[in-house]
Structures are given as C-alpha cells and as structure tokens.
C-alpha cells in the first residue's frame, strides 16, 4: 500500500472513530445528570457529616460547560468498541500473521483491564476526596469548583485506568520478540522512578496518598508482567534447545 493510500485508510478510520463518538455523545447528554449525581456523592456524604462541603460554579456558564465535558466523555467510554477496532484495524495490516494473533490477545485484555481500572478508580474517589478535605477545619467550608472537581476525578479515574493497562504492552512487545524479560527486569529501578514520577504527574496534588495509590498497583502490575515474560522466554529458550537437539541429532545420523 502507498503513502497516499495509508493516508486515505487513515481519514477513513478517524473518520469513522469520530463519527460514533459523536453519535454516542448524544446519549452521554442524557447520561451526564446521572454521571453528575455519582461524581457528586462523595461531596454530598462530606456535606452530611461534620463538614461542609457542595460543588459550585465560577460563572454562569459553568453549569453548561460541565454538562457539555461530561457528554463528551461519556460519548467516548460508550464508543470505545468502535475507536479502539479502527485502531486495530489501521495497524493490522502491517503485521505478521503471529503478530496479528499477539495483538488481538493484547486488545482483547487491554480494554477489560482499561475498564477494570477506571472502576477502581472511581471506587477510590470517595477515600480520597474525603482524606483531602478532612485537612478542612470544621469552622469552615469547602467550596468547590465544579469543573475543577471533574477534571479532578476524570484524571483519576482515566490515570488508574491507563496504569492497569501499561503492563499489557510489556507483555506485547515480549511476545512479539521486541524487548526480552531479561531487560525488563534488569530495567526494575527506571520502571520504579518512572512510575513514581508518572504518579506525581496524573495526581491532582502533591499529596503522598493519592501517588501511592497509583503507584503501588503499578509496581505490582509491573512484577506481575516480568513474571509473564520470564515464563514466555523461558518456554521459549526450551522449545529452541529442543530444536536446536533434533537438529544436532538429524546431522549426527547422516
């Protein structure tokens, strides 16, 4: 396929990605009110202990624009199927017939593993906002920015999410013969430093708590996916030497 051709089969794929996130966002615009009162609950439970707390908006748009931000991230989590397959379809055509059966396994647990994720994080939410405003005295209140709160809990939720799926790729790229487990593991002490600073990066604040909630699956995702490639290569270097003894064992015959 030519240049022009890869091109054209992008627009299509784009094309068609964005055409059913936005079909799926007319159904987030109906979604949001509900999306809005779940986010909403950990601050209505602060409310109605000894604290106070409630969402509030800068401007007079802000109640639109929240409504707005929430379709369209509800448009995009209802239409992942269709995105993530022209993703797969678009890089298909270029892999090996072994590559093709390692990708399809990477996309069939990556997405759950996504999903799992994000719910993980939004079970955590409670736990954190709750800790973060429990430094509020209960002389005052906690008046909080809407968007700021959403965007809050979309980087949360999103980054756990990406965080459980992170360790997938090593195992692509190991079965695919990119990167050995032998250099995955030996690269232990820049994937623990990455993955802090990652942590830092997505967390809201530099608070300890909200990093190591993150971090710590990480780092166990990251053990669990050398373990994986240690496995593969392992079963890989035997069925070689086996191989590698018929051979001998054939020229030793003739």
């Known amino acids: 396929m030519s240049l022009g051709a890869h091109f054209i089969e992008l627009r299509k794929r784009l094309f068609i990605a964005a055409l059913a996130i936005l079909l799926a966002s007319v159904a987030g615009w109906f979604l949001s009110t509900y999306v809005l009162d779940a986010l909403r609950a950990p601050v209505l439970a602060i409310a109605g202990g000894e604290r ?3 969402l509030n908006y800068s401007n007079i748009t802000g109640a639109f624009d929240l409504k707005l931000q929430i379709t ?9 199927p269709v995105w993530l397959y022209q993703i797969w379809a678009f890089i298909i055509p270029a892999l090996l017939r072994k590559e093709k059966i390692y990708a399809l396994g990477f996309f069939l647990t990556a997405v759950p593993l996504f999903l799992i994720g994000c719910a993980a994080g939004y079970y955590v939410l409670p736990h954190i906002v709750e ?3 429990s430094f509020i005295s209960r002389q005052d209140s906690s008046i909080i ?3 700021t709160y959403y965007n809050f809990v979309l980087k949360l939720v999103l980054a ?3 965080a459980f ?5 090593l195992v692509m790229f190991n079965f695919i013969g990119f990167i050995s487990a032998a250099a995955i593991i030996k690269g232990w002490r820049i994937a623990v430093i990455l993955i802090c600073l990652f942590s830092a990066i997505v967390t809201p604040s530099a608070d300890v708590i909200s990093m190591l909630i993150l971090a710590v ?3 166990f995702l990251y053990v669990v996916a050398c373990g994986v490639t240690w ?5 890989v270097a035997k069925r070689v030497a086996a191989m590698d003894a018929e051979l001998d064992a054939e020229l030793a015959g003739e």
Do not use: E, N, Q, Y
Not at 165 to 169: A, I, K, Q, S
Not at 231 to 235: A, K, M, Q, T, V
């Open 52 to 54: 106070r707390a409630s």
């Open 72 to 80: 369209i991230t509800v448009g995009v989590i209802i239409s992942c």
């Open 131 to 133: 800790v973060m405003t």
């Open 145 to 147: 920015d809407a968007k």
């Open 160 to 162: 756990v999410g990406v």
């Open 165 to 169: 799926v992170l360790p997938v790729f």
């Open 217 to 219: 699956p990480m780092t």
């Open 231 to 235: 496995l593969h290569d392992r079963r």
